[in-house]
């Protein structure tokens, strides 16, 4: 299984997926502040992975403390700087306030045990990332016909997560329980993760695939050679509204106008009960250059702008279903939203 994140004695490693597909190389970390850095240049990146990262990265914020007064100090400080690395990504903040949580619980414990807490904490949310994805992957593939043709966008597989993947994980379990035919791959503009990493994953497990740029999804559609969009997600507002990387909503409207189901996939904790709608969800912009250089290959005049939206928000009445770990949400997102989360 592919796993983007490893804790070893005290260091977290981090597939730097930014060289991927051509190098595979890891990084290892001591210190929180090159853990930010790494999500905010993307060499981990997926929702779920960036949770999961932020995590081990507030263990090691308090690795050579020497008080609880320090401690409190330096997590603090870390909670506030991972924080600002990805604004969009909720699990980022989900898995940064569980940790603070648990810190305080055994606030008036030795410091060495509630370090020992924190990692637990940590090392736990890693291993029930893993365990919803496979479940996330068994609801998925019950929703899919025999012999199916499936569509998506980005990268939502081991690398994104923990581990087996969300959207990406419906297409593995799909593959192993011999429902699908080939799932097609956007390139996912402009840093192709749909190429790169997608490609990169499915080939490891010999799972058919094709590529296709971002803007043949149409044509795709109007073929008829889809039975189901499925997407990931960033942050689902109360209301079913879910962020998605830039150019799902074109994909929902597709969808849509062909009468494809389209399938947002993920688990709960992308989930905000605390944001109402998707126009309050923030979204990221970021550097005009991934648009005119991608991948580090000029592909603008120089003194071209670009507008670079990392994400788009698609309604909830474009989306069929939700998939999480704990079963299919239905439209009023409103009620069944509230149901699993309670």
């Not at 509630?114 to 736990?124: D, S, T």
């Not at 990332?129 to 992957?137: A, F, K, T």
């Not at 379990?173 to 840093?191: D, H, I, M, N, Q």
């Amino acid at each position: 299984m592919i796993q983007p994140v490893r804790w070893s004695d005290g260091v977290l490693e981090l597939l730097d997926q930014t060289l991927l597909p051509n190098r595979e190389v890891w990084l290892s970390l001591v210190r929180w502040e090159d853990v930010a850095d790494a999500i905010r240049r993307l060499a981990v990146r997926g929702a779920p992975a960036i949770g999961i990262a932020a995590a081990y990265a507030l263990v090691l914020a308090l690795g050579d403390v020497r008080d609880h007064q320090e401690a409190d100090q330096r997590l603090s400080e870390a909670s506030r700087g991972l924080s600002q690395a990805r604004p969009t990504a909720v699990n980022l903040f989900w898995a940064i306030g569980r940790m603070n949580e648990v810190w305080n619980a055994h606030a008036g414990q030795a410091l060495p045990d509630a370090q020992a807490a924190l990692l637990a904490e940590a090392a736990r949310i890693h291993d029930e990332d893993v365990e919803g994805n496979l479940r996330i992957g068994a609801h998925g593939a019950e929703l899919l016909p025999a012999g199916c043709s499936l569509l998506t966008i980005c990268n939502t597989g081991g690398l994104a997560t923990g581990g087996y993947g969300t959207a990406l994980g419906v297409v593995r379990s799909a593959w192993e329980r011999g429902k699908l035919e080939v799932t097609y791959l956007c390139e996912t503009r402009p840093l192709l993760q749909g190429a790169r990493l997608n490609a990169w994953e499915l080939l490891k497990d010999r799972i058919p695939y094709r590529l296709l740029v971002d803007g043949a999804a149409g044509a795709l559609l109007r073929a008829g050679k889809v039975h189901a969009v499925l997407v990931g997600a960033d942050r689902i507002a109360a209301n079913g509204d879910t962020a998605n990387k830039i150019g799902s909503y074109t994909l929902a409207c597709l969808a849509s106008r062909h009468g494809v189901p389209f399938y947002v996939v993920a688990p709960l904790s992308t989930v905000d009960k605390d944001t109402p709608s998707g126009d309050r969800i923030p979204i990221e912009e970021r550097d005009a250059h991934e648009v005119l250089a991608p991948l580090g290959c000029p592909a603008a005049p120089e003194g071209t702008d670009a507008w670079n939206p990392a994400f788009d928000v698609t309604p909830a009445e474009l989306i069929t279903a939700i998939i999480t770990e704990w079963g299919v949400l239905r439209p009023p997102y409103e009620t069944s939203i509230a149901e699993a989360l309670a």
